[in-house]
T-cell receptor, first 116, second 113 residues
Framework: DTEVTQTPKHLVMGMTNKKSLKCEQH?????MYWYKQKAKKPPELMFV???????INESVPSRFSPECPNSSLLNLHLHALQPEDSALYLC???????????????FGNGTRLTVT | RKEVEQDPGPFNVPEGATVAFNCTYS??????FFWYRQDCRKEPKLLMS???SGNEDGRFTAQLNRASQYISLLIRDSKLSDSATYLC??????????????FGQGTTLQVKP
C-alpha cells in the first residue's frame, strides 16, 4: 500500500468546472510533486514544492494551480480545463528538500482525470 | 538529444531469461539515478537506486557508467511477475540550478511462460 494518499481516484469534469485534487503524506517528507502522465508516456513533472514553497513550475498553464497548505498536504486546483488535459495525475513526495543529490520519489495511486 | 533516453522495447523474453536495459542521460552533472517499475494503470514504484559502485538487490543489478553517461538494469531468472514498464529516472539541473527528476520513456518487458 502506498504511503502517499491521493483523492479522488477518478474524476470527470466539464470544461467549465472547478475541482481540486488532494494529496497527503505523513512520512515527514520535505518535498512534494505533481506529475502528469498520459497513456503510454512517462510521467511529466508539473510542480515541485520544497519546504512548502514552490520551487519548480514547469511552465504549466494557469488553469492548473498548485497549493501546499502545510508540509503534509498538496492540492492541485483545476479550472477551465481542456479535453487534452485528461490524464493520470500523480502526486509524489521525497524525503529531502530538492537536491543535489535527490532522494527517491514515493508516488500516490494517482487521480485519473477525464475532461469532457 | 533527450535528457533521458531508453529503448521502449518491448522486450519479450521467456521465463528464466536474463534481460538487460540501458538508459542514457545527457547532463554530465547528474548525480541521482533510479529505476522505477510501473504496472499497467498503476503508479510508478521505486525498484532501486543506482549507486556509483553498482548495486544488487536479489535478481536485480544496477550499474552506473559516468564516463559514457548511462545506467543499466539487469534482471536475472525472469519471472512472469517481472512483466512491467521499467522507467529510468535521472536528476537534471538547469541554469537555475534547481533540480528535478526526469523520467525516461520507459522500457516494456513481457516475460512469457
Amino acid at each position: 500500500d502506498t504511503e502517499v494518499t491521493q483523492t479522488p481516484k477518478h474524476l470527470v469534469m466539464g470544461m467549465t468546472n472547478k475541482k481540486s485534487l488532494k494529496c497527503e503524506q505523513h512520512m515527514g517528507h520535505r518535498a512534494m510533486y505533481w506529475y502528469k502522465q498520459k497513456a503510454k508516456k512517462p510521467p511529466e513533472l508539473m510542480f515541485v514544492y520544497s519546504y512548502e514553497k514552490l520551487s519548480i513550475n514547469e511552465s504549466v498553464p494557469s488553469r492548473f494551480s498548485p497549493e501546499c497548505p502545510n508540509s503534509s498536504l498538496l492540492n492541485l486546483h483545476l479550472h477551465a480545463l481542456q479535453p487534452e488535459d485528461s490524464a493520470l495525475y500523480l502526486c509524489a513526495s521525497s524525503q529531502g528538500a530538492v537536491g543535489p543529490p535527490e532522494t527517491p520519489l514515493h508516488f500516490g495511486n494517482g487521480t485519473r482525470l477525464t475532461v469532457t | 538529444r533527450k535528457e533521458v533516453e531508453q529503448d521502449p522495447g518491448p522486450f519479450n523474453v521467456p521465463e528464466g531469461a536474463t534481460v538487460a536495459f540501458n538508459c542514457t542521460y545527457s547532463n554530465s552533472a547528474s548525480q541521482s539515478f533510479f529505476w522505477y517499475r510501473q504496472d499497467c494503470r498503476k503508479e510508478p514504484k521505486l525498484l532501486m537506486s543506482v549507486y556509483s559502485s553498482g548495486n544488487e538487490d536479489g535478481r536485480f543489478t544496477a550499474q552506473l557508467n559516468r564516463a559514457s553517461q548511462y545506467i543499466s538494469l539487469l534482471i536475472r531468472d525472469s519471472k512472469l511477475s517481472d512483466s512491467a514498464t521499467y522507467l529510468c529516472v535521472v536528476d537534471f539541473y538547469g541554469s537555475s540550478n534547481t533540480g528535478k527528476l526526469i523520467f525516461g520513456q520507459g522500457t516494456t518487458l513481457q516475460v512469457k511462460p
